[in-house]
């Protein structure tokens, strides 16, 4: 059974789905612009594993209300918004799970948190040693729609081997967005700064690329953290949880992987 609740972080109400009841408690962080809305085909499976499923609507986006100053554009900010989350539902055992932009924030609280952290794994959010300090959007006359910019963009973030009807659903939820909530992360995404941080993650962390998509980038981020495991996963690209019908299986053996009782088996081994 799923619950919603609103929570006051900040001065501002945070949307978070809770499912499941497990000791072991998983947050679960959209990408750029979105909402919890991309984890509804994931939720059930993964509560099936055991964990107590938690997925939230970051400020601003989905149900969440904005910020109190406005769209963010700091990627540590959300990780903060997020650790604030897991102590709100006093999570002792806490796992995270996040995609593209969301994979950033999971990354960041590992490397300000790793204490606190049971594993991360973090899909198709490759860190660089060069940062950009804006992102601009050119606009003239002949600019498409958002909405077309929207739709088009992400149907080519998708994987060679996802079924048409698959793709078309998910480029076409993401047209649902405020483009000024996205131009916010986007800018976010280009002002941080983790590359340096990266070896302070020692929590047991695994980086998943789609092989249609980051992958050398991705790699990269996984050789920067001490002890991560790294996968690419064939035919798939940017939306690894919304393009795998059997997500809920891999995640499993990821998790596996890294559990403290297999840390022997770790080491930073690609798959």
């Known amino acids: 059974m799923h619950k919603a609740d609103y929570l006051s972080i900040d001065g501002r109400l945070g949307y978070v789905e809770i499912a499941g009841d497990g000791d072991d408690t998983l947050l679960c962080v959209h990408t750029a612009g979105q909402s919890g809305v991309q984890y509804r085909n994931n939720i059930d499976g993964l509560v099936a594993l055991g964990f107590r499923v938690v997925v939230v609507d970051l400020p601003g986006h989905g149900r969440s209300e904005p910020a109190v100053d406005g769209p963010i554009t700091s990627i540590p900010y959300y990780a903060d918004w ?6 709100e539902l006093s999570a002792e055992r806490r796992y995270l799970l996040g995609c593209s932009i969301g994979g950033r924030i999971v990354l960041e609280m590992a490397a300000k948190a790793s204490d606190s952290l049971e594993a991360v794994v973090a899909m198709e959010c490759p860190v660089s040693p060069v940062t950009r ?12 729609s958002v909405r077309d910019q929207t739709y088009f ?16 659903m998910i480029a076409t939820m993401h047209c649902r967005e405020d483009w000024h909530v996205t131009r916010s992360d986007l800018i976010g995404w ?6 340096s941080r990266l ?16 992958g050398e980038g991705l790699r990269a981020t996984a050789d920067r953290i001490p002890g991560a495991r790294f996968e690419s996963i064939k035919g798939i690209a940017h939306y690894p949880n ?21 840390a022997a088996e770790r080491g930073g081994n690609d798959v």
């Open 82 to 87: 997020c650790l604030r989350v897991l102590d």
């Open 133 to 144: 300090s804006k992102w601009r959007q050119p606009e003239d006359s002949s600019t498409p």
């Open 153 to 168: 963009s992400n149907l080519a973030l998708i994987g060679s081997d996802v079924p048409a009807e698959t793709a078309e």
């Open 190 to 195: 280009g002002r941080h700064d983790l590359w």
């Open 199 to 214: 070896p302070d993650i020692t929590c047991p962390t695994y980086v998943i690329s789609g092989g249609d998509s980051f």
């Open 242 to 262: 919304q393009e795998m019908p059997d997500f809920a299986d891999a995640f499993k053996r990821w998790v596996e992987e890294l559990r403290p009782d297999t």
